[in-house]
């Protein structure tokens, strides 16, 4: 492999083969990654320590960015397959009303009108209706197994198409009687799914609609296949898949060598928010340059992948390593934040009618149910969140005075709601305390997930003020502790370069070039 030193990145600056195996196994393991830490400054490299490099520049050719494509398209269908229990594919369908969909159907309904009129004809002209036949058997002969020698030779001696032709001649071909073996033969093979189709071709008399209806149903089984193979390797591919992935993306990074320049800006984001927090807690100054060498390459890391629960995924674009994660991971911070308002929501309301409340769990579940409804579609435009929020708490007004009214209790007077519905709007506002003070805390959580030893298998304890959200965030958490486990054993040796360079190789370039005496 070419993450153990037998071949190496391009334009990347490595250690020694020990050191860079014993790094990357330190990554992709989970364990801590500052026992590593002398890989970063080993004086061992074969290569220069500079981040310069002195080699002209390379160009891509047409063909190595079309492999490029075809590499990360493969790895990401690999991907997908093997972490996504529900992926299949499923036919396209063309809109009925849409310029394509009415193209294919003229198209379709004339050949079949003309194969009708072949048919009906004095003598009939068999010839379309041969071939069908021909296209049929190869289809039925794709479906078997390679030891189902018996049937394949079956299918191949009733399909014999010379045969068929010689009929023909002599007006002695049976067309419905192949049609009927036809829809025998796809009972056997097909999935029991089909059973109803099978069954409503065997109640079909017309025989162009029949051989339509037969190519309709071997369509849908041909998928069926498909699907049934996707589910079979499966298994396979997610024991092979780390070591697929990475194999994948370092040809992609020898193709292109710019395929890491989105990765290294993320993640040198988080060195500078370190750096700038060191500095700024630091007592003396010119902290932020002596400090780079002791920041944690786990701790940058992790507020790496923290930085992706806040993501604007529809205008800045995703690191070219969590791309085949980009779905999952837009979809999971969409549901975080509805989880925050209604965290959000629930703390408000606690602190502001918790006393007359207090003792209702009842009421606290369905005023969660009713925010998780009002939210429905947050993320999507156009959707007004004021006037969600601000629906939501006149209606959280209604439920609680209903509670109250029922237990005898003296309802909540004008003021209190208007305050109530006040804070409630507020929350899409910029610098929210509710809101920040929310957030914080699920960062919290979700960078605990991330310090977790993958073998640990129970969650840490939920902060304050999330218990009425716990079973959702521990859900998400999992998810999310997945996504970035799995994305730290692929990519692991890539972020170690990257690190490498970033904490270790700048700056000792710069001790050097500050003690180099001026000419």
Same mark, same amino acid.
């Given at each position: 492999?070419?993450?153990?030193?037998?071949?190496?990145?391009?334009?990347?600056?490595h250690?020694?083969?020990s050191?860079?195996?014993?790094?990357?196994?330190?990554?992709?393991?989970?364990?801590?990654y500052?026992?590593?830490r002398?890989?970063?400054?080993?004086?061992?490299?074969?290569?220069?320590?500079?981040?310069?490099?002195?080699?002209?520049?390379?160009?891509?050719?047409?063909?190595e960015v079309?492999?490029?494509?075809r590499?990360?398209?493969?790895? *990401?269908?690999a991907?997908?397959?093997?972490?996504?229990?529900?992926?299949?594919?499923?036919?396209d369908?063309?809109?009925?009303n849409?310029?394509a969909?009415? +193209?294919?159907?003229?198209v379709?309904?004339?050949?079949w009108d003309?194969?009708?009129?072949?048919?009906?004809?004095?003598?009939?002209?068999?010839?379309?209706?041969?071939?069908?036949?021909?296209?049929?058997?190869?289809?039925?002969l794709?479906?078997?197994?390679?030891?189902?020698?018996r049937?394949?030779?079956q $299918?191949?001696?009733?399909?014999?198409t010379?045969?068929?032709?010689?009929?023909?001649?002599?007006?002695?071909?049976?067309?419905?009687?192949?049609?009927?073996?036809?829809?025998s033969?796809?009972?056997k093979?097909?999935a029991?799914?089909?059973?109803?189709?099978i069954r409503?071709?065997?109640?079909?008399?017309?025989?162009?609609?029949?051989?339509?209806?037969?190519?309709?149903? #071997?369509?849908l089984?041909k998928?069926?296949?498909?699907?049934?193979?996707?589910?079979?390797?499966r /298994?396979?591919?997610?024991?092979?898949l +780390?070591?697929?992935?990475? *194999?994948?993306f370092q040809?992609?990074?020898e193709?292109?060598?710019s395929?890491l320049?989105?990765t290294?800006?993320?993640?040198?984001?988080?060195?500078?928010?370190?750096?700038?927090?060191?500095?700024?807690?630091?007592?003396?100054?010119?902290?932020?340059?002596?400090?780079?060498s002791?920041?944690?390459?786990?701790?940058?890391?992790?507020?790496?992948?923290?930085?992706?629960?806040?993501?604007?995924?529809?205008?800045?674009?995703?690191?070219?390593?969590? +791309?085949?994660?980009?779905?999952?991971?837009?979809?999971?911070?969409?549901?975080?934040?509805?989880?925050?308002?209604?965290?959000?929501?629930?703390? $408000? *309301?606690?602190?502001?009618?918790?006393?007359?409340?207090?003792?209702?769990?009842?009421?606290?579940?369905?005023l969660?149910?009713?925010s998780?409804?009002?939210?429905?579609?947050?993320?999507?435009?156009?959707?007004n #969140?004021?006037?969600?929020?601000?629906?939501?708490?006149?209606?959280?007004?209604?439920?609680v005075?209903?509670?109250? *009214?029922?237990?005898?209790l003296?309802?909540?007077?004008?003021?209190?709601?208007?305050?109530? $519905?006040?804070?409630?709007?507020?929350?899409?506002?910029?610098?929210?305390s509710?809101?920040s003070?929310i957030d914080k805390? $699920?960062? #919290?959580?979700?960078?605990?997930?991330?310090?977790?030893?993958?073998?640990?298998?129970?969650?840490p304890?939920?902060?304050g003020?999330?218990? +009425?959200?716990?079973?959702e965030?521990?859900?998400?958490g999992?998810?999310?502790?997945?996504?970035?486990?799995?994305?730290?054993?692929?990519?692991? /040796?890539?972020?170690?370069?990257? #690190?490498?360079?970033?904490?270790?190789?700048?700056?000792?370039?710069?001790?050097?070039?500050?003690s180099?005496?001026?000419?």
């Open positions: 492999m070419p993450f153990n030193g037998e071949k190496q990145c391009v334009g990347e600056d250690p020694s083969d050191d860079s195996s014993r790094f990357s196994e330190s990554m992709a393991s989970l364990s801590d500052e026992c590593s002398q890989s970063f400054t080993s004086d061992s490299s074969s290569k220069s320590s500079s981040p310069v490099s002195t080699s002209p520049p390379r160009f891509v050719t047409f063909d079309m492999t490029a494509a590499n990360l398209s493969n790895m *990401t269908l991907h997908e397959i093997a972490v996504n229990e529900n992926f299949e594919l499923k036919q369908a063309l809109p009925e849409s310029l969909g009415r +193209v294919k159907h003229i379709h309904q004339a050949f003309v194969l009708e009129s072949e048919l009906n004809a004095d003598p009939p002209e068999y010839e379309h209706a041969i071939k069908l036949f021909e296209e049929i058997r190869e289809i039925l794709s479906f078997l197994t390679p030891g189902g020698n049937l394949r030779n $299918i191949c001696e009733v399909l014999d010379d045969l068929i032709r010689q009929q023909a001649e002599h007006s002695a071909v049976d067309i419905q009687g192949l049609a009927n073996y036809v829809i033969t796809m009972g093979l097909c029991p799914v089909r059973d109803d189709d409503e071709l065997k109640a079909s008399s017309n025989i162009v609609e029949l051989l339509r209806q037969i190519f309709h149903v #071997l369509d089984m998928m069926d296949m498909v699907n049934f193979t996707i589910r079979s390797i /298994p396979h591919l997610q024991r092979q +780390v070591e697929y992935e990475r *194999t994948k040809e992609i990074l193709e292109t060598p395929a320049d989105q290294t800006e993320w993640i040198k984001e988080s060195v500078n928010e370190e750096l700038l927090s060191i500095s700024e807690t630091a007592l003396t100054p010119g902290a932020e340059n002596s400090s780079k002791s920041l944690s390459p786990t701790v940058v890391l992790n507020n790496s992948y923290l930085k992706l629960l806040q993501w604007d995924y529809q205008k800045k674009d995703l690191p070219e390593t969590l +791309v085949t994660d980009g779905a999952r991971l837009q979809e999971l911070t969409e549901k975080l934040n509805q989880l925050k308002i209604i965290a959000c929501l629930s703390l $408000i *309301t606690k602190n502001m009618v918790g006393a007359v409340t207090e003792g209702f769990p009842q009421l606290a579940d369905r969660k149910r009713i998780a409804v009002l939210l429905e579609g947050m993320n999507k435009q156009p959707f #969140l004021k006037e969600a929020l601000n629906s939501i708490g006149l209606q959280t007004c209604v439920e005075n209903k509670t109250l *009214t029922e237990r005898g003296p309802t909540l007077n004008a003021e209190v709601q208007a305050n109530l $519905i006040g804070q409630f709007s507020s929350i899409e506002e910029e610098d929210n509710i809101w003070l805390r $699920i960062q #919290l959580y979700m960078k605990s997930l991330l310090c977790l030893p993958s073998s640990q298998k129970c969650m304890s939920v902060p003020g999330l218990s +009425v959200i716990q079973q965030l521990e859900a998400l999992s998810q999310y502790a997945n996504i970035v486990n799995l994305n730290k054993q692929v990519y692991g /040796p890539f972020y170690a370069n990257i #690190l490498r360079k970033l904490l270790f190789i700048e700056e000792t370039t710069g001790k050097v070039n500050a180099s005496p001026p000419n």
